[in-house]
């Protein structure tokens, strides 16, 4: 009786889902899709907020007390909130550098990556461009360091999750071709963005950045610099003017109103707006944003 | 927006890419923080004359922070005034304990209060509550440990219990006082007329300074501390979210000290100390504007219970007083660079809980950057029923580099 009952509590146990918290909800998306009844999965952020302003909330600590697995962007995208909560939540193995802390960026062709760091370029990310959530060429790879790390927490799983993520990436594959199609009309536009978030987006569908409406990243608009960027605007024949839902709308129509190019809200992250719920359709949302402003 | 403290960890990283060596990496964060004030009040209230304090080096903290090994980190906070250095913080914190336990060791400011655990160039307004410094001398610090809890319930809920050496405070303000002496202020909050170097009461009679303190008063320090001289503390906060976009923060606390003053009269007679407090902050983060907008407004009860010798002709007598008032403030960032807000605080005097001390400030902050600011304050500070309130502006300039440990405040 004594060992049935102790055999039924290895069962429960064996059974008990991988808790995994994410920072932003496209990863959860992503481990949703992987992980299937074996992961139960929690977006610290709505997809809403600036990924580098996310209110950090006292109510975030009882969900990452719990987590087995902690999935961020890495490159320091989060560092301006998760790092020092992941301390406060009594979860050492989700701390930063602990087995637990995941950061997707192995693997993905990292861009911007400075040359000169220095506090007068403003908030840098030292090792490269950390928005590759935004631009849908970074999808597999995601997909695959999101299959590994489950593996590697639940090794009993690895063939959900390898199912998982070949079923993610057929449909990455599937997106990829519409977007390659549609999205063809992009190539060569010039754009001004407002944070230097859109570096993936751009190298994807081959458009050019030719300035940002921040002084430097993190650093405000002053209004020499505007007059600066609209000058360049002007003179460059920007197409487009890029912001998120996190961004003043502001400066980005007015600007608008002086070089005649058309403002694009876009969004980054699954969640930003009403219909993108997955990562899959984030992109495709994206890229009707663009289609629409060039039409 | 990247915090002081990721800003730091990046500048470590980046030595790596431009070929440091990998000693740099165990070296610690390390960050600086200025902050420097300059005011003018009509102190001398009967002839509205502008006078200044000057310009005053509040506090230049450097900030020294790293893991010491897997189970601990230390931070040490040194603050240089242009009177000298002093040590303001210096502790490990062991966050990972079993049971959901932490534990903090050494010297830091307390957790009790909300504004008891900011430092003053950390605050939305230009210097401490005076309520702050009215009933516990200034920011309370522990020279000591603290173990905190966290619950494990769906919602937050953190506990914390601490013992310190001693009760100590500090504060980095300073008001202009119309009063050149604390014997000068006691003499006015008596009502008494000075005159030379004596008082005169309400009818004419002579008070000297031996009728105003009380030579034999009781002392708050003994060489050899007896253990009930070590104060407890403790606190328990919550948070509550209120959809998307709301969301409100709310603790109570205590400091207690059963043997906070010794009698010279009477010996082994003690008399002890209690600071209770709670307060509710209540945070409007709009989730799409955080970065640009967002409001945060809340209120700090405080009181102080505290026993005191009382001498009724030849007879000891003890007194017990207790004392209570309110912080509030209000607090809107309007966009990245332009704060403005408001506040107000209410107390009975610890000099008699018939007198109200009052004040009032609006300030607004320019932010250059992340990373430096300017404030422009105005109070009217109220510190006396027997003295003009004074009126006062003060400038306050912020600027930062590196690593700071207050990462996690909001």
């Not at chain 2, 003018?40 to 893991?67: F, H, K, M, P, Y």
């Not at chain 2, 914190?93 to 830091?108: C, D």
């Not at chain 2, 906060?237 to 009477?266: C, M, P, T, Y």
């Not at chain 2, 509710?280 to 504007?289: E, K, N, Q, S, V």
Request: glycine share 8%; charged share 20%; hydrophobic share 40%.
């Amino acid at each position: 009786m004594k060992q049935l009952l102790i055999l039924m509590l290895i069962t429960i146990a064996g059974a008990k889902p991988l808790n995994v918290v994410t920072s932003i909800p496209d990863i959860a998306d992503m481990v949703r899709m992987i992980g299937g009844n074996r992961v139960v999965v929690t977006s610290l952020a709505t997809g809403k907020e600036d990924l580098h302003a996310v209110p950090a909330r006292p109510n975030f600590l009882p969900i990452l007390n719990k987590a087995d697995l902690l999935i961020t962007l890495g490159l320091d995208a989060e560092h301006a909130w998760l790092p020092a909560l992941a301390k406060s939540a009594r979860n050492p193995k989700i701390t930063e550098g602990q087995a637990g802390w995941i950061s997707l960026e192995k693997g993905i062709t990292v861009l911007n990556k400075p040359t000169t760091i220095a506090r007068t370029e403003g908030e840098q990310h030292p090792e490269g461009n950390p928005h590759f959530n935004v631009g849908p060429q970074a999808g597999h790879q995601m997909a695959h360091n999101i299959a590994n790390a489950l593996t590697r927490a639940d090794p009993a799983g690895k063939s959900v999750y390898s199912a998982g993520c070949d079923k993610l990436c057929e449909q990455i594959c599937a997106m990829e071709t519409i977007l390659a199609k549609k999205g063809a009309v992009l190539k060569g536009k010039k754009i001004v963005a407002y944070h230097e978030d859109l570096a993936y987006l751009c190298a994807y569908y081959g458009m050019i950045q030719v300035g940002t409406i921040e002084v430097k990243p993190g650093v405000p608009p002053t209004a020499s610099h505007l007059k600066k960027i609209e000058e360049v605007a002007r003179i460059q024949k920007a197409d487009l003017i890029i912001h998120n839902q996190s961004q003043s709308a502001k400066i980005p129509k007015k600007l608008s109103v002086s070089t005649s190019a058309p403002v694009v809200k876009i969004a980054n992250a699954v969640g930003a707006f009403e219909g993108v719920n997955s990562w899959i359709e984030l992109q495709k949302f994206n890229l009707n944003q663009l289609l629409k402003a060039v039409k | 927006m990247i915090t002081k403290k990721a800003l730091l960890i990046g500048t470590v990283f980046a030595s790596t890419l431009v070929g440091g060596t990998g000693e740099s990496l165990f070296n610690p964060s390390i960050g600086f923080t200025g902050d420097i004030v300059t005011d003018i009040s009509d102190v001398n209230g009967q002839w509205r004359e502008a006078t200044s304090e000057g310009i005053a080096v509040r506090s230049g903290e450097l900030i020294l922070g790293a893991a010491i090994d897997p189970y601990a980190e230390l931070t040490a906070n040194v603050n240089f005034t242009l009177d000298g250095v002093e040590l303001h913080e210096l502790y490990s914190h062991f966050h990972s304990l079993p049971a959901n336990l932490s534990l903090k060791a050494g010297w830091k400011l307390a957790q009790v209060g909300r504004w008891n655990q900011f430092h003053a160039h950390a605050m939305p307004f230009t210097a401490d509550p005076r309520l702050l410094i009215e009933y516990q001398g200034g920011h309370f610090s522990t020279l000591g440990t603290e173990l905190s809890w966290l619950a494990p319930t769906p919602f937050f809920l953190e506990l914390t219990a601490g013992v310190s050496e001693g009760w100590r405070a500090h504060t980095h303000d300073s008001d202009p006082s119309a009063f050149d002496s604390d014997l000068d202020q006691r003499a006015a909050e008596l009502g008494l007329t000075k005159h030379g170097s004596h008082w005169h009461g309400s009818n004419g009679e002579i008070v000297d300074a031996e009728e105003i303190q009380d030579p034999e008063e009781p002392i708050t320090t003994v060489k050899n501390k007896p253990i009930g001289s070590f104060p407890l503390l403790g606190r328990a906060k919550s948070s509550v979210q209120f959809g998307e976009n709301w969301s409100a923060d709310l603790g109570v606390s205590g400091i207690w000290r059963k043997d906070h003053r010794f009698s010279n009269r009477v010996e082994g007679k003690t008399y002890s100390k209690a600071v209770v407090g709670s307060d509710l902050t209540l945070f409007w983060h709009p989730l799409t504007a955080n970065k640009y907008r967002n409001l945060d407004l809340g209120a700090e009860w405080l009181g102080t219970y505290e026993e005191n010798e009382l001498l009724f002709g030849e007879t000891v007598l003890q007194e017990n007083r207790f004392r209570h008032g309110v912080f509030g403030h209000v607090h809107y960032r309007h966009n990245q660079r332009l704060h403005f807000g408001t506040y107000g605080e209410l107390f009975q005097a610890n000099e008699s809980d018939l007198w109200l001390k009052k004040r009032v400030g609006l300030f607004t902050t320019v932010e250059l950057t992340h990373y430096q600011y300017l404030r422009l304050e105005g109070s009217s500070y109220r510190e006396s029923p027997n003295i003009d309130p004074v009126h006062r502006l003060t400038l306050q300039y912020d600027m930062s580099i590196g690593f700071h440990s207050h990462g996690t405040q909001r």
